[in-house]
C-alpha cells in the first residue's frame, strides 16, 4: 500500500502476518513487534561485532539495546512513546547515523548534544564512561540494595533500576577502573532478562518432570557463564598471579560441579574452556523446551536450583578475592508479562535460594508483576526469603533535602556533559521556588480558588516518585515550551519563566493520563484516579483535617484502607494494572485499624497539580473493603456517593479530566470559564 508506507512513494510494501492460530488452539495470536523482535535478534546474531567499525557498532548497539531491548517488546505507552507505533520506530531507525554523528561517538569523552538525551539506560549501550558520569550515587534506596540480602526491587518505569544495577556490576567498574579489591564489598554480576522471554515465550509449566528444570538450567548456565568471564577479568588483572596458579585447579572442580563432560585438549581446564561449553547447555535447554510437550522426545539431566550457589561456594573456596565477598546476581526487567508468571514459579526455586557465597537483586516492574511462589507450592516470605525494596516509596517518604540533592546531582551531571549549553546548573534554569510556604497555606489559597503555579527546584523534586526519567524528559519540554535552548538567557534567573514550568508540569500530567486511556486496561485505570482526584479534591475544599490543632484543610495524596480486600477477578486485575503502570504506588507499610499490616496507595506524585492538590503527605482518603472494590469496579458511581457535596453558594469547578478542552491550570487571580462572579 503506497498509501500507507512508512516510506514516501514509490516504495511499496506488501503486508502480512506472521502467523495465525485456528480459533480451537488454546495458543495466543503471534504478535507482530513480538515476531519482529525475534527476527532482528537472530539478524543481529550474525553480525561479527568484532569486526564492525565503530559507526557500525555504535547502530549495533542501538538496534540491539535500544530498538531490541526497550522499544519493539514494551507496551507501556506512558513510559515510551514510540511504543506499538510503527511509524516512530521507522523514524527513529531513520535518525540512527544521524546520532552517530551528532553526539560525538568515537570522541575521547562522549558528550551529550542536550542536558535530556539518553533517557533510559538501554540507550547508552556499551558506553561505560558515560553510564559511570551519568550515574548519580545520591540515588535514595542505595544502601539497601548494597545489602546481603535477597532483594526484590520495584518502582516507576524510569526510576534508575537498570541504571543502578549496570552501575553496580563488576563489568562495568572493570571498564571504568573502579575495579580496585580495598573498593569493593561484593562482585556484580549483571543480566537482562531478555533471554528468557525470546527462549521461554508464553512458558506453561510442563506436565513431564522431566521438563521442569530446563528454565533453571539455562538461567544457570547463563549466569555462571557471564560471571566466569567477568570473574576472569578481574582476576587476571587485580590477582595476576594468583590467577596463573589457580585457574587450572578451580576450573577442574567447576567441570565436576556441573556434571558435564570436560573436553580432551590441553586448555580444557580454564575458564575460556568453561564458558565455550555453558554456551553450549544453553543452546540444548532452548531446543529442547520446543520439544516438551512430546511425551516421546528424550530428555538428559538439567542443573537444579543448588547449582549454581554450589558453584559460587567453589569459587569462593579457591580465589581469596572471593572469600569474603559474596557474588550479587543483578538480574533486570524480571517482570510479567516478560518473564510470565509461570516462568517466574519455575526460577524462584533458584533466585530465592539463600546462600553466604550469592545473594539475588531482581529488578521488576511492580509488586503484582512479581510471582511471591514456586511451581513446588512453596510461598516466600517477605522480610524472611528476601526484601522488598520500591524506590517510589523510598523517594515520596525521603526527607526534602535528600531528595532535592539527588535531583540536583542528576542534572548537574548532565549540564556538566553537556558542551556549549546556555545554562549550566539546574537553579540557573528552572529557580528555586519559595519552599517555605507550607502545604496548608497553599491548600487554604485553593480554598479561595487562588490555583499555585508550580515552579522551582524544590516543586521538581516534590513531583518525582523516582521516576528520574520523567522529571529529566519534564524539564526537557520546559525548555522546548520555552523557545528551545537558543531562547534561554543565563543572566536571567530562572532561565524559564515560573508559568511556562506549571503549564508544562499540569499538561504532562493530562498527557500520561491520555497515553494510559491508550492502554488496553486504560480507560478503567482513568476512571478510578479521576474518582480518587474528585474526591480527594472535595474534601480539600469541604473538610478540615483531624490530625492537627489548626484544622487546615483535609489534604489526600493516598488511599488507605481499613482492612485488606483480598480482591480477586476483575477488581484485582484494575488494582494490579494501577500498581503496573505506577498511577499509585503501594507502600507495604500501613496498618489496618485491626493492627494487621495493609498496603497504602500514593497517587503517583506528578498528578498532585493535576488535580490541584497540595504535596502533604498526611491525610488519606479511607476506604472500607466494600468502599475499595466499588472504587475499582464502578469508580463514577463511587465518586458520586463519596464525593463531598459543594454549597450552592460556592460552587468550584471540578478537577479537569484529561480529554477535556477544560484549562489545565489556573494562575493566581485568573478565573475558570465556568466559575461564578
Known amino acids: 500500500d503506497r498509501t500507507n508506507s512508512l516510506t514516501a512513494p514509490p516504495y511499496a510494501f506488501r503486508v502480512t502476518d506472521f502467523g495465525v492460530a485456528s480459533a480451537a488452539s488454546e495458543l495466543h495470536l503471534l504478535d507482530d513487534f513480538d515476531q519482529l523482535a525475534v527476527m532482528l535478534r537472530e539478524l543481529l546474531e550474525g553480525v561479527n561485532y568484532q569486526a564492525s567499525s565503530a559507526e557500525d557498532r555504535f547502530i549495533f548497539d542501538w538496534l540491539n539495546d535500544d530498538l531490541l531491548g526497550k522499544t519493539l517488546l514494551e507496551r507501556d505507552s506512558?513510559?515510551?512513546?514510540?511504543?506499538?507505533?510503527?511509524?516512530?520506530?521507522?523514524?527513529?531507525?531513520?535518525?540512527?547515523?544521524?546520532?552517530?554523528?551528532?553526539?560525538?561517538?568515537?570522541?575521547?569523552?562522549?558528550?551529550?548534544?542536550?542536558?535530556?538525551?539518553?533517557?533510559?539506560?538501554?540507550?547508552?549501550?556499551?558506553?561505560?564512561?558515560?553510564?559511570?558520569?551519568?550515574?548519580?550515587?545520591?540515588?535514595?534506596?542505595?544502601?539497601?540494595?548494597?545489602?546481603?540480602?535477597?532483594?526484590?526491587?520495584?518502582?516507576?518505569?524510569?526510576?534508575?533500576?537498570?541504571?543502578?544495577?549496570?552501575?553496580l556490576s563488576l563489568r562495568h567498574r572493570h571498564y571504568t577502573d573502579d575495579d580496585v579489591p580495598t573498593s569493593l564489598r561484593y562482585l556484580g554480576v549483571y543480566y537482562r532478562c531478555d533471554d528468557l522471554y525470546f527462549t521461554f515465550p508464553r512458558y506453561k509449566v510442563p506436565e513431564q518432570e522431566e521438563g521442569l528444570d530446563i528454565p533453571i538450567h539455562f538461567l544457570t548456565a547463563t549466569l555462571i557463564r557471564e560471571s566466569l568471564e567477568v570473574l576472569a577479568l578481574w582476576f587476571s588483572r587485580r590477582f595476576p598471579d594468583e590467577w596463573a596458579t589457580v585457574e587450572s585447579a578451580a576450573a577442574a572442580a567447576l567441570w565436576e560441579a556441573l556434571g558435564l563432560a570436560k573436553p580432551n585438549h590441553p586448555a580444557a581446564n580454564t575458564f575460556e574452556s568453561l564458558r565455550r561449553a555453558l554456551e553450549v547447555e544453553r543452546t540444548r535447554a532452548a531446543r529442547k523446551q520446543r520439544f516438551i510437550g512430546d511425551p516421546t522426545h528424550p530428555f538428559r539431566e538439567y542443573f537444579g536450583p543448588e547449582v549454581l550457589p554450589r558453584i559460587c561456594e567453589i569459587l569462593a573456596k579457591h580465589f581469596s578475592g572471593l572469600h569474603d565477598r559474596p557474588i550479587f546476581f543483578f538480574i533486570d526487567d524480571y517482570s510479567n508479562p516478560k518473564v510470565n508468571l509461570a516462568l517466574q514459579k519455575s526460577l524462584n526455586r533458584l533466585v530465592m535460594q539463600r546462600s553466604a557465597a550469592c545473594f539475588f537483586k531482581l529488578a521488576t516492574e511492580s509488586p503484582s508483576s512479581f510471582?511471591?511462589?514456586?511451581?513446588?507450592?512453596?510461598?516466600?516470605?517477605?522480610?524472611?526469603e528476601f526484601r522488598m525494596l520500591n524506590l517510589g516509596i523510598d523517594f515520596i517518604h525521603a526527607e526534602r533535602d535528600d531528595k532535592l540533592r539527588f535531583v540536583d546531582d542528576v542534572f548537574g551531571r548532565r549540564f556538566e556533559y553537556t558542551e556549549g549549553y546556555p545554562v549550566q546548573t539546574l537553579e540557573a534554569l528552572i529557580g528555586t521556588d519559595g519552599a517555605e510556604t507550607s502545604q496548608n497555606e497553599v491548600a487554604r489559597a485553593i480554598r479561595q480558588k487562588s490555583y499555585p503555579v508550580i515552579w522551582g527546584r524544590h516543586a521538581l523534586a516534590e513531583l518525582c516518585s523516582g521516576d528520574v526519567h520523567f522529571v529529566i524528559e519534564l524539564v526537557g519540554k520546559m525548555v522546548t515550551r520555552a523557545g528551545g535552548p537558543d531562547a534561554l538567557k543565563s543572566e536571567a534567573v530562572p532561565s524559564i519563566s515560573g508559568s511556562v514550568q506549571n503549564k508544562t508540569i499540569r499538561e504532562e500530567a493530562g498527557n500520561f493520563l491520555r497515553n494510559l486511556r491508550a492502554l488496553p486496561t486504560g480507560p478503567a485505570l482513568v476512571e478510578v484516579v479521576q474518582a480518587f482526584g474528585a474526591i480527594a479534591g472535595s474534601y480539600l475544599r469541604h473538610r478540615d483535617s483531624k490530625n492537627e490543632e489548626a484544622a487546615p484543610p483535609h489534604q489526600a495524596s493516598r488511599i488507605e484502607p481499613y482492612d485488606d480486600p483480598h480482591l480477586t477477578g476483575a477488581a484485582k486485575q484494575v488494582y494490579d494494572d494501577l500498581l503496573r503502570y505506577s498511577v499509585f504506588i503501594e507502600d507495604v507499610r500501613g496498618k489496618s485499624r485491626r493492627g494487621s499490616f495493609v498496603p497504602r496507595l500514593y497517587l503517583r506524585r506528578f498528578l498532585l497539580p493535576f488535580f490541584n492538590l497540595t504535596f502533604s503527605k498526611r491525610d488519606s482518603i479511607e476506604l472500607s473493603v466494600d468502599e475499595f472494590r466499588e472504587l475499582l469496579l464502578s469508580p463514577n458511581t463511587f465518586s458520586d456517593r463519596k464525593r463531598l457535596k459543594e454549597r450552592a453558594d460556592d460552587s468550584v469547578p471540578e478537577s479537569p479530566r484529561p480529554d477535556t478542552q477544560m484549562p489545565l491550570f489556573l494562575e493566581p487571580g485568573a478565573k475558570d470559564d465556568g466559575e461564578k462572579e
Open 78 to 167: 506512558t513510559h515510551e512513546v514510540r511504543a506499538r507505533d510503527p511509524v516512530a520506530l521507522y523514524r527513529s531507525l531513520q535518525d540512527v547515523r544521524g546520532s552517530y554523528r551528532s553526539k560525538g561517538v568515537g570522541q575521547t569523552r562522549k558528550t551529550l548534544a542536550t542536558p535530556f538525551d539518553y533517557l533510559s539506560c538501554e540507550q547508552l549501550g556499551e558506553s561505560h564512561a558515560l553510564l559511570k558520569e551519568l550515574y548519580s550515587d545520591k540515588m535514595l534506596g542505595l544502601p539497601a540494595l548494597e545489602d546481603r540480602n535477597n532483594l526484590v526491587v520495584t518502582g516507576p518505569r524510569g526510576c534508575g533500576k537498570t541504571t543502578v544495577f549496570r552501575s
Open 371 to 384: 510471582s511471591r511462589d514456586d511451581i513446588d507450592g512453596k510461598s516466600y516470605v517477605e522480610s524472611r
